[in-house]
């Protein structure tokens, strides 16, 4: 039995394409898959399962002993620490190469430059998406307008919208107004407590020698996250005395709507690690940043930092 999964802290695309992936191998490869999830669902995600009449994959503690595939990143970071003595045997992801995954022989490993992992599955599956069931072709759209924000990221290539807007006319939806009703979703975090927000979609990376994570928010209600600050900055602090090798957490609002990002910039080393990667100043404990949107192309490119 394959285990499929994507990141900690999962997201729509990790937890859509863990499905998806497991789907395939069922139906069209003759192996038996089963989709999991290494953490709690956020509210879009949610409203994605159900739209599409899908259940949500069980929570997976442990991958030791088992045979694994992984979806939507290849960082070791991003995953269960028992990794190393789990068997990889796959990998399908679009994010930059992390090289940190030690795996017990060759495997299949399919990584392309799409907004979605969603996108880079079908491009592997290599099937018409008039066959595809209803939900597979759900999950797969949903995946796509969550990663690219109904296109307004710039991570969005022509093979993402052009593939978006099959499975739309396949379903018969309208991508604007569905999108609206994931955005919708997402915005609800109203039950989220201030560690759940920082962990609600959040990825730690090395920039130089500074282990940071980079945690979002998207909305299309940031003054309600904004409003939260002081609550958030404490919850910061518990994270870095509870990780050991995390030296630093930024955290930023995306505003789906007027398509920015507003991060927090609470201390001396935050406002001069946003003000070196970003060309600003920083003149209080929060900067907004036009035309950010993305983690990906944006956000964990730009991070330099400050000189001593």
Not at 122 to 139: Q, S
Not at 224 to 235: L, M, N, Q, T
């Amino acid at each position: 039995m394959i285990n499929v999964f994507g990141h900690i802290s999962p997201d729509t695309d990790a937890t859509g394409s863990a499905i998806l992936l497991a789907w395939y191998l069922n139906a069209h490869t003759g192996k038996e898959a089963t989709p999991y999830v290494l953490g709690s669902l956020n509210k879009e995600t949610a409203f994605m399962l159900q739209k599409w009449n899908t259940p949500e994959p069980t929570l997976l503690e442990s991958a030791a002993g088992k045979e694994v595939a992984i979806v939507d990143t290849n960082n070791a970071q991003e995953l269960l620490a028992d990794l190393k003595d789990a068997t990889v045997v796959q990998i399908i992801d679009h994010h930059f190469f992390a090289g940190n995954i030690t795996t017990k022989g060759p495997i299949d490993v399919y990584m392309k430059p799409l907004a979605s992992t969603a996108s880079v599955i079908f491009d592997y599956m290599k099937l018409p998406v008039e066959t595809l069931p209803e939900n597979i072709a759900g999950i797969m759209l949903s995946c796509i307008l969550s990663d690219t924000l109904a296109f307004r990221s710039p991570t969005t290539t022509p093979y993402d919208k052009d593939l978006a807007e099959r499975l739309a006319a396949k379903l018969n939806i309208n991508i604007e107004a569905y999108s609206q009703e994931m955005f919708k979703a997402k915005s609800d975090v109203s039950d989220f407590t201030d560690v759940g927000l920082i962990h609600i979609d959040s990825k730690k990376v090395a920039v130089g020698d500074k282990n940071i994570r980079i945690s979002v928010v998207e909305t299309t209600d940031p003054a309600s996250i904004i409003a939260r600050k002081d609550g958030i900055v404490a919850a910061i602090s518990g994270i870095l005395t509870e990780e050991k090798d995390t030296h630093e957490v930024l955290f930023f609002v995306v505003d789906i709507l007027k398509e920015e990002a507003t991060v927090f910039c609470y201390n001396d080393f935050t406002k001069k690690l946003v003000e070196t990667s970003f060309n600003v100043t920083v003149s209080g404990d929060t900067e907004v940043l036009p035309g950010v949107v993305s983690r990906k192309k944006q956000i964990i490119p730009a991070l330099k930092l400050p000189q001593a």
